[in-house]
């Protein structure tokens, strides 16, 4: 767990030498990254940062992929312009630091987003994904808005919410086996609460011997042996987006 020292040990990981096949745009007061599909679509899901920002090219990469499968992707800077954390910060100012960018804290945000996607892009069924700080983040809206189709949290969770196991639209949880952000303790108290108090879909899965950051942070090309469960985890968000939207 996480330490004193270093209170969420989020490693940077395998940073990508990525540009984007998307551009930057202005959402009224939210900049956001925007990658279109190769054709027309109703469908759109909102992708949400890590700790990293939204410019981290992991998760454009991401982006790009979600919108290779068929849906307009939007990764919007839910820091408004704060500057990200950086691997070269003092971890013991992480909670400083992450005081003015809350992860549910981003309602005004996601409504503006949400109302481009519907009257800019013609999307009428909308997920969301997110990773690390995003992944709260998914756990969150899929609490509070009914309307969003699907959500797939990656590494993330709530802990501290009376409603949290309160789900409104179908959710898939991701884990690591050995994420030191998350114990598998937390992991286990999530899944059985919610069979008792979900009154949505939903699904926790947990990837043997994988680490904190695994799906978007891990470069499969230089990480052979997880590989196999790189690709499936992102198998896993493309199927539960598609069963649902």
């Not at 490693?11 to 096949?21: F, Q």
């Not at 909308?126 to 983040?137: E, M, P, S």
């Amino acid at each position: 767990m996480a330490n004193e020292a270093k209170p969420c040990p989020c490693d940077i990981g395998d940073r990508m030498e990525y540009g984007g096949l998307g551009q930057e745009v202005q959402i009224q007061h939210v900049k956001a990254y925007v990658v279109k599909p190769p054709a027309a679509s109703e469908k759109a899901v909102i992708v949400i940062q890590d700790i990293f920002g939204w410019g981290l090219p992991n998760t454009r990469y991401m982006a790009d992929m979600l919108s290779a499968n068929g849906y307009t992707a939007v990764v919007p800077d839910f820091f408004l312009g704060k500057e990200p954390w950086s691997p070269s910060h003092d971890w013991s100012k992480f909670q400083e630091w992450l005081e003015d960018k809350k992860p549910t804290n981003i309602n005004k945000e996601v409504d503006v987003v949400l109302k481009f996607l519907r009257e800019q892009c013609g999307a009428s069924r909308i997920a969301t994904v997110g990773f690390c700080w995003g992944g709260v983040a998914t756990h969150h809206l899929a609490l509070q808005y009914p309307d969003i189709k699907a959500g797939v949290s990656v590494y993330g969770i709530i802990r501290d919410r009376e409603d949290r196991y309160e789900l409104k639209s179908p959710t898939l949880f991701i884990f690591a086996e050995k994420d030191e952000v998350i114990p598998l303790d937390q992991v286990t108290v999530l899944e059985k609460n919610l069979h008792d108090k979900s009154s949505a879909d939903f699904q926790v899965k947990i990837f043997p011997g994988q680490t904190h950051g695994f799906v978007h942070r891990k470069r499969d090309d230089i990480n052979p042996a997880d590989k196999p469960l790189i690709e499936e985890a992102r198998l896993d968000m493309l199927n539960w987006l598609r069963q649902y939207m």
